[in-house]
Structure formats: structure tokens, C-alpha cells
């Protein structure tokens, strides 16, 4: 079942030249804005792994074949997102927390962390992480 998100908000427009209008923020929305960038793609798949794992374990979703489902991706990548889980507390921790990026891709990705995953022992996992 499907529910629908009603947004509301006051906007003001100015006229431009050649009659065209032109949104106007709010000078105090300006000052207000969060932080410049956005997150590293590996910091969002971290916290959504975490996410995920919650869900499974409140019992809000039996299993990944079920995440599957509900996300709309394939069983595989959503073993590889949660495979996450399995990377050193202190990793995962670095990884949540990476500076955002203005521009360009992260210097992270999840490609090259399906290596250090498939390592048990934590302080293996760092040494590969760190190189």
C-alpha cells in the first residue's frame, strides 16, 4: 500500500527581465542551510547496512530476500550492503564519519571494501583498509 506525502510552503516570486520570474529564498533560510557537500556514497551504504540490520533484527523484515524485495535490487546487492556489517567496529565508525564531498567521487568505495570484508580478523581488516 502506497500513502502520498502532501508538502506546503510559501514561495515568493520576483519578476526578471524579459518576463521571466525568479524564486526568492528567505535571507534567514540562507543562514540557516546545513553543511555544504553531501555524504561519500560509502558513508550512506554504513548507515544504511546499520539501518537494515536493525529492521531484521526488531523483526520488521524476516530476511535480505525480503530487503530485496522491498527495495527493488537483487538479493546479491543486498548482501554486499550488509556485508558491511562485518568490517571492524573502528572501520565502520571511520567510515560513517568521512568529511563530505564538494565535488567528485570519495576515495572510498564499496568495491574495494568487499576485500577487507571477506577478512576475519580485525586487525587484518585495518591493515588492508589503511593501504
Same mark, same amino acid.
Given at each position: 500500500m502506497k500513502t502520498g506525502l502532501t508538502v506546503? +510552503? !510559501?514561495?515568493?516570486f520576483?519578476?526578471? !527581465? =524579459? @518576463? =521571466? !520570474? #525568479? /524564486?526568492? !529564498?528567505? +535571507?534567514?533560510k540562507e543562514a540557516t542551510e546545513g553543511p555544504c557537500g553531501r555524504l561519500p556514497r560509502i558513508t550512506r551504504l554504513? +548507515?544504511?547496512a546499520i539501518h537494515l540490520? @536493525?529492521?531484521i533484527q526488531s523483526g520488521a523484515v524476516a530476511n535480505y530476500a525480503e530487503l530485496a524485495r522491498l527495495g527493488n535490487v537483487t538479493r546479491a546487492r543486498v548482501t554486499q550492503i550488509m556485508n /558491511? /556489517?562485518?568490517l571492524a567496529p573502528d572501520i565502520q565508525e571511520s567510515l560513517l564519519f568521512l568529511p563530505r564531498l564538494e565535488q567528485g567521487r @570519495?576515495?572510498? #568505495? /564499496?568495491?574495494?571494501?568487499q576485500k577487507v570484508v571477506g577478512v576475519v580478523v580485525w586487525r587484518e581488516q585495518w591493515a588492508l583498509y589503511v593501504t
Open positions: 506546503s +510552503a !510559501r514561495v515568493r520576483e519578476p526578471r !527581465r =524579459k @518576463g =521571466k !520570474r #525568479c /524564486l526568492v !529564498r528567505p +535571507a534567514e554504513m +548507515a544504511l540490520d @536493525g529492521l /558491511l /556489517l562485518n @570519495g576515495e572510498v #568505495c /564499496l568495491r574495494d571494501l
